[in-house]
């Protein structure tokens, strides 16, 4: 299979035709895998990236610990994000 291009001026002419080089187009040298790579490549850099960090006023608790561990007669506790507590 031969493989020529046209080349247009301007205005839309045809001013000349290129054969290409067999060695180069022929369909044997295709390389299906690399293709899908590069095109999973462009919808990845096409995606609208949202990722960021919460700032003060985003956070609803802190993560620190209530009070220590032994010692309070209080039962043990975690944070106050935890299910367990109001709002956790």
């Not at 995606?47 to 032994?70: D, M, P």
């Not at 506790?77 to 507590?85: E, I, K, M, N």
Request: net charge positive.
């Amino acid at each position: 299979m031969s493989y020529s291009i046209e080349v247009y001026n301007a205005k839309g002419k045809v001013v000349k035709s290129l054969d290409l080089k067999k060695e180069l187009f022929d369909d044997s040298m295709i390389n299906a895998s690399i293709i899908h790579e590069y095109y999973l490549l462009q919808r990845a850099n096409a995606r609208l990236v949202n990722a960021h960090t919460k700032t003060r006023s985003e956070v609803s608790v802190s993560g620190r610990k209530l009070y220590r561990q032994k010692g309070t007669g209080n039962a043990r506790v975690g944070d106050a994000g935890s299910p367990v507590r109001r709002k956790g």
